[in-house]
């Protein structure tokens, strides 16, 4: 029986589409769905007011989408995920709780995905099999990319879009990649952008309803998608372990530091942005970011799933006067 499996990040979904389920990752639910209810739904329960949004959005998102077990990351993403998973628990919803190993380590990472085959009863090559089906959308996807920052006919916005929702495919590849080619298509038929100040954005997806938007209206346009990016598995290794090891998010910020530096390069960046979660850990990473991240660069701050408020409007209206 196809079973519906929510997960809180990243994680290897060939597994998954390899045993026949399908995936859901729950911050796009959340995002999708009446944030601002899920918010609420979740303080009811007990979930405090000074807690990131994206975690009560997730409990509330896992518990309306008639999950049948939810993948918690609960190393290598958010120091909350071991909690959240319990709490999920207590709703009578399944739980499996998966690690990137923070070493960094070859064996390590192939020992927790085999678990993870072994608890969907699938075979590394039945894995591999998804994974050579999956590639074939995420080349797409690097095309699309190319397109954002080479040709200029792929819109900051559009980019975020196609590259975060690449970690579930939206529950059925098929039909993702018939959307995405027909969107490349009208995109490579398209006249290129108008030349703006080209942004990179580092940092969490935000939680802001118009960033990109607001963005664009105000001069700029965001090239480089930093962590959707690598949602989106941009290297396509031959070997699923290598893929995962590759994927800078879970390991270290010095990790994200080296793909950033490239991409800045590779993208002629004129300026970047740096954006946080309220009540998030990774805010702490984000300083390090800050301080060795050669460019112009703003930080914002996000905490509901709303339009971004005049002052956060007033303070990307001066950057970019500034940086122009
Ligand atoms: S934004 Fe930070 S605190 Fe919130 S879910 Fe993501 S990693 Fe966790």
Redesign the pocket.
């Known amino acids: 029986m196809t079973k519906r499996i929510g997960f809180t990040t990243s994680l290897p979904v060939e597994v998954l589409y390899a045993a026949g389920q399908i995936p859901i990752d729950l911050n796009n639910i959340f995002l999708t769905q009446d944030s601002s209810q899920h918010i609420h739904d979740a303080e009811l329960k007990g979930f405090p007011r000074s807690l990131?949004s994206?975690?009560k959005g997730n409990f509330s998102a896992a518990l309306s989408s008639q999950l049948d077990e939810v993948i918690g990351v609960v190393q290598g993403?958010?120091?909350?995920s071991s909690s959240l998973l319990e709490m999920i628990a207590e709703e009578q919803i399944a739980i499996w709780r998966f690690s990137f190993p923070p070493e960094r380590d070859y064996a390590a990472l192939d020992k927790e995905i085999a678990k993870l085959e072994e608890h969907f009863g699938v075979s590394r090559k039945q894995t591999m099999e998804a994974k050579a089906w999956l590639d074939a959308i995420r080349l797409k996807l690097t095309k699309l990319d190319k397109l954002t920052y080479a040709d200029r006919k792929v819109c900051g916005r559009d980019n975020h879009l196609w590259l975060v929702n690449s970690s579930d495919f939206r529950g059925d590849p098929g039909r993702f990649e018939k959307e995405l080619d027909d969107f490349l298509y009208q995109a490579e038929q398209s006249a290129p952008l108008p030349t703006r100040i080209r942004l990179g954005y580092v940092g969490?997806p935000p939680i802001f309803r118009n960033l990109y938007d607001s963005i664009s209206e105000l001069g700029g346009d965001v090239i480089f998608n930093e962590v959707q990016r690598q949602f989106a598995m941009p290297y396509l290794c031959r070997d699923i372990v290598e893929q995962y090891l590759k994927y800078t998010y879970p390991y270290s910020v010095l990790c994200r530091l080296k793909d950033i530096r490239e991409q800045i390069e590779v993208r002629s960046l004129d300026a970047m942005i740096g954006y946080t979660?309220a009540?998030?850990?990774?805010q702490i990473d984000n300083l390090l970011l800050k301080k060795h991240i050669d460019l112009p660069y703003l930080n914002l701050e996000g905490e509901l799933p709303e339009k971004l408020d005049s002052r956060t409007i007033l303070r990307l209206e001066s950057f970019f006067e500034v940086h122009s």
């Open positions: 990131c994206w975690i993403d958010c120091s909350n969490v979660q009540f998030c850990h990774l």
